[in-house]
Nanobody, 127 residues
Framework: QVQLVESGGGSVQAGGSLRLSCAASGTTSSRYCMGWFRQAPGKAREVVARLWSDGDTTYQSSVKGRFATSKDNAKNILYLQMNSLKPEDTAMYYC?????????????????????WGQGTQVTVSS
C-alpha cells in the first residue's frame, strides 16, 4: 500500500506561485503513474495533471501553460509547480500514485472506492 503526503500549499494572491510536493512511500513501483487532483468546496474532485510511466504529462485545460508536474525519482517525490494562480484554483490538492492511473480515465479513477489519497494540501488564491 502506498502512502502519500502532500505539502506546500498556502495562501497567495492572484498571479502568485506555489510549488506542491507529494512524498510517496510504502509499496511504490516505477510502473506507477501519478497525478494531481483537486477539490474545491461544494465541487467534485477533478484531475489537474497526470504523469505517465514514460514521463509524459497531461493537464486539465484550465491549468495548461500555468502548471507543471515533475518527479524526483531518487527521492520519490512528485511536484506541482503552479504559476499565474487564479482564484478559481482555490481547492484542496491531492496526489495519487497508482498503477491503475496508467490505464483508467480520470473520471473512472475517481470512482474507485479504494484510492489511497493523502491528506491533501490547501491552496487559497485571493483576488
Amino acid at each position: 500500500q502506498v502512502q502519500l503526503v502532500e505539502s506546500g500549499g498556502g495562501s497567495v494572491q492572484a498571479g502568485g506561485s506555489l510549488r506542491l510536493s507529494c512524498a510517496a512511500s510504502g509499496t511504490t513501483s516505477s510502473r506507477y503513474c501519478m497525478g494531481w487532483f483537486r477539490q474545491a468546496p461544494g465541487k467534485a474532485r477533478e484531475v489537474v495533471a497526470r504523469l505517465w510511466s514514460d514521463g509524459d504529462t497531461t493537464y486539465q485545460s484550465s491549468v495548461k501553460g500555468r502548471f507543471a508536474t515533475s518527479k524526483d525519482n531518487a527521492k520519490n517525490i512528485l511536484y506541482l509547480q503552479m504559476n499565474s494562480l487564479k482564484p478559481e484554483d482555490t481547492a484542496m490538492y491531492y496526489c495519487a500514485a497508482d498503477i491503475r492511473l496508467c490505464s483508467a480515465t480520470s473520471d473512472l479513477y475517481l470512482q474507485f472506492p479504494d484510492v489511497p489519497w493523502g491528506q491533501g494540501t490547501q491552496v487559497t488564491v485571493s483576488s
